[in-house]
């Protein structure tokens, strides 16, 4: 179940299924591909498992107890869930931005050099060229450039969430995952995330779980409608939410449930 | 880079588990050390002489009889003292002094806490028994009475600090609801908040009492140091000598390997097990205590 | 009748009341007093000399000097061993160890190993680090054995302090490919470090002023030198205080109330310290 024309496939999830220790199940038998340089939407009722699955991609899963993980996921090729699997590295090449955003209780600058620092990275000239051009991503530079050594704490929500995405930046992942970035955040600030979306997914491939259906509708390339730990429906962004083909998908995009 | 970098972290990683079962093996460590000292006993002195009134090593009288009964009258009355006053402050702070007086007030009975036993027993000598000798004209004011009352003031910042942590944390709805239904703040207390917290009071108790029970300096300064059987409860105006008393004044001075070297660290197994006993006790409470309040919250 | 009975209640509480304040106070005022008179009493014998010289005269004349430094060294002592081990203890119980039975085993040793009477420290201390180890009544036996008496102290505050930092920082810190130990290095120690500090000194503290477990492992009754090595025997204060109050005949009894000003100035000096970090890193806190 997946469009004919899918660009060609940056991570490829195969009949993939995660039962939580405490017994609830949270994914069951999902199978589809994530698209290069497209900005791919998981998006459905809370407890559909969409942010089970985004922690799947960069094994942040292994800090909770899992009882039952099957299945595959390919991530150019290369099974990232076989025990095997380098999941330092990984995690430097899928980033991850959080629902609230957690600033470290450093400096603007020292939130933004800690991913290269702890993977080595000791040359000043690489880590100051990396602050800039990260927070020139995330549409931030122009109102910190001044105070790169302040707390980071005293930022805006804004633009401690916009700090979060260049943090991520900051590593040079090849995946960016967003779970609910925006949810805390005003329309203003929802919208300056949206937008450098936009820019970002010429780079990198993204994956976000949106807040709402709306910003769904407004971002999505593809669409993935998950409920109850099923993938329901996988189109392109539009026909998703004008012409979905599953009638659970359309009671949800025209606010029925949920 | 990378290389090193897992290899140090896998040493970390293993020095930092090591540690974390470092009590496991200090109590392990202690227990056997006193086994190791203390057994021996039962194959110099009869047990019936171990268990007899008369304390007198140096004609190898070793009836520890007299010690126990000693550290049981000064324990009892330091609890005498120490429940009421440590509880009645552990509910003033909690419940009815304002909240900026609760800032002042626990840590300064927490700084009593902190005060080194040896200074309460030099008080003791210097100014507890003096007056105690006049007051109840006694022949020795250094009495059993003098431990209780300084042990008392040694358990007190123990269970004030457990005690009103505990009442502390009764969720607020608990006396919103009281009050609502028309009882008084008094009511309250003793019907919702107290009960509400008992388990936790309960724990307080048992650990301010164990920490009497093991305190040496002060007992060793005030009791006096009579070896004699105390059963009676006017023993409590005569002089006493304590299980830890006895422990610190003899070692000292005898012979390692020697009988009373060994009958000395019997007692100390003795002491071991006691506190093992009331730590245990004391905090299958608080597990138990936990676990319902998991319950209720879940 | 309604009326007569509300009144009732309202002086019950009232006398309640006044009764649990008079309690409160009977609890608090003999600590103000206890010491403020050791002050008033201690005051006048402290001086330069007190605390700068060598005693003299089978102790009766002089300074107290090796007492202190002794319980300064033993101080240090107890801190290079339990201050290590305890943090990473705590570390291993926030940060590692699985929610199992091994692990309540952990907790209950710990909770035991506070109750243990202090003089079964010492005895310990004598079977294991004097007699077995053979490290003679000395320094580094009386450190050891004090530093094993402190570890619960320092275990608890710091796994206290560690838990209190906020849960995100480290799961944020996972996600950008740091480890678990990069992760406790740079971001929990770091935020926990006022919480440990204060658990630190207020074991200490309490090792300071201990003098069972240091009787039978490194105590002198008299050393009219400074110790030289850590296989040396000390002085130190508490010791000294009830040796001069209790072993000495015509103890004069300002040296004894100076003693135990100086003892106590040491000890809750350490514990005001404590408080102050506490109290200064909570208003600094970003979270």
Known sequence: MQPADLPQAKVSIQDLSLQYADGTESLRGISFDIPANQITVLFGPAGGGKSTLLRCLNRLNDLTEVKKLDGKILIEGENILDPKTDVIALRRRVGMVFARPVVLPFSIRSNLTYGLELAGERRKSRLTEAVERSLSQAALWEEVKDRLDDPAIALSGGQQQRLCLARVLALQPAIILLDEPTSGLDPISTGKVEASLQELKKTYTVVLVPHSVQQAARTADFAAFFLQGELVEYAHGEEAFTNPKDQRTEDYVTGRFG | MKKSLTWREYVITRAIKVSGYSAIVFVGLIFFFLLREGLPVFGEVPISTLFNTRWYPIEEYYGILPLITGSLIVTIGAALVAIPFGIGTAVYIAEVSPRWMREVLKPLVELLGGLPSVVLGFLGILVLSPYLRVLLDLPTGLSALAGALLLGGIAIPTIVSIAEDALDAVPRSYREGAWALGATRWQTIWRVTFPAAKSGVLTAIMLGVGRAIGETMTVMMVTGNAPVLAILPGSILSPVRTMTATIAAEMGEVASGSVHYHVLFFIGMVLFLISLIVNIAASSVVFRSKKRAERILS | ?287
Not at chain 3, 41 to 48: F, L
């Open chain 3, 1 to 287: 009748m309604k009326r007569f009975f509300s009144i009732d209640r309202d002086i019950v509480q009232r006398l309640g009341f006044s009764f649990l304040t008079i309690m409160a106070v009977v609890t608090v005022v003999p600590i103000i007093s206890v010491v403020i008179y050791i002050i008033v009493q201690g005051g006048p014998a402290v001086s330069w000399e007190f605390i700068s010289a060598m005693p003299h005269d089978g102790m009766r004349a002089g300074g107290i000097l090796p007492a202190i430094i002794g319980t300064i060294y033993l101080t240090i002592g107890t801190a290079v061993f339990s201050v290590p081990l305890g943090i990473a203890a705590a570390i291993y119980l926030s940060e590692y160890a699985p929610d199992n039975r091994l692990t309540q085993l952990i907790r209950v040793a710990i909770i035991n190993l506070a109750g243990i009477p202090s003089v079964v420290y010492g005895l310990f201390g004598l079977g294991l680090f004097v007699l077995f180890l053979k490290f003679g009544t000395s320094i580094l036996a009386a450190s050891l054995t004090l530093s094993i008496m402190t570890l619960p102290v320092i275990i608890s505050a710091s796994e206290e302090a560690l838990r209190s930092v906020p849960q995100p920082f480290r799961t944020v810190s996972i996600s950008l490919g740091g480890t678990r130990w990069q992760t406790i290095r740079r971001i929990v120690l770091p935020e926990a470090l006022p919480g440990i500090l204060t658990g630190v000194i207020l074991g200490l503290e309490r090792a300071a002023g201990e003098t069972a477990p240091i009787l039978f492992t490194g105590a002198a009754f008299f050393l009219p030198r400074l110790p030289g090595s850590v296989f040396d025997a000390t002085m130190a204060l508490p010791y000294h205080l009830f040796v001069i109050s209790t072993q000495v005949p015509e103890m004069p009894i300002q040296i004894q109330y100076g003693t135990a000003l100086v003892l106590i100035v040491f000890v809750l000096g350490m514990n005001i310290i404590a408080t102050v970090v506490r109290s200064r890193a909570r208003a600094k806190r970003q979270w």
